[in-house]
């Protein structure tokens, strides 16, 4: 890790209590969940934002959605997990944190669940399966407000995607998809994207 990501990761890496807790427990079983320094960002957007809806893509066990129902008290949130196991789990950590009553959790494949919602949503949050980041994408603009952010995690893929020098032949697939997505975002008509490299890449886009 570089030194400047480390000692920036250092400086965010301060939680307490059931974050702690469930820090540490992805970690112990390999779970993915946003880096320190991404979870600060998501608060401070949601802090300047106040949204009212959120849609989250990828809820794993439910540290990011509690970090933004935590940044903001009149925010609610739809969150959407494909791994029954990881909803079940997440529901339990809503739970611990008193916010189940702010949150709707979907469990099933976002592609299927994303064309049936008919809300319009101030922030999206997308940390879901990187092959598909261009069809997420595409699917939740249509369920963003105007001025909506939508935020997008991981699109470096772990360093991958900006040196390929050392890539393994089964990621490279995925390496080149997110690129695309990447030139994708950048150049599409309607939204303004920044790319933000902190954690594992972040782009963050605003509906004009």
Known sequence: MDSDIKFIRQLFDVNQGLLKEIESYASDNFIPIVKPEVAKFLETIIKIKQPENILE??????????VMLLAYENCKILTIEKDMDMAEMAKENFLKASLLDRVELIKGDALDVLPCLNRKYDLIFIDASKGH??????????????????ICDNILYKGYVVNE????????????????????ILN??????????IGDGLSISVKE
């Open 188 to 197: 599409k008509t309607g939204i303004s994207t920044s790319i933000i490299p």
């Open 133 to 150: 980041y261009k069809e997420f994408f595409d699917e939740s603009l249509k369920v963003l407000k105007h001025n909506g952010v939508l």
């Open 165 to 184: 020098v050392h890539v393994k032949h089964k990621r490279r697939t995925i390496v080149y998809r997110m690129r695309d997505f990447i030139s994708y």
């Open 57 to 66: 893509i990828g809820t794993a066990i439910g540290y990011s959605s509690i």
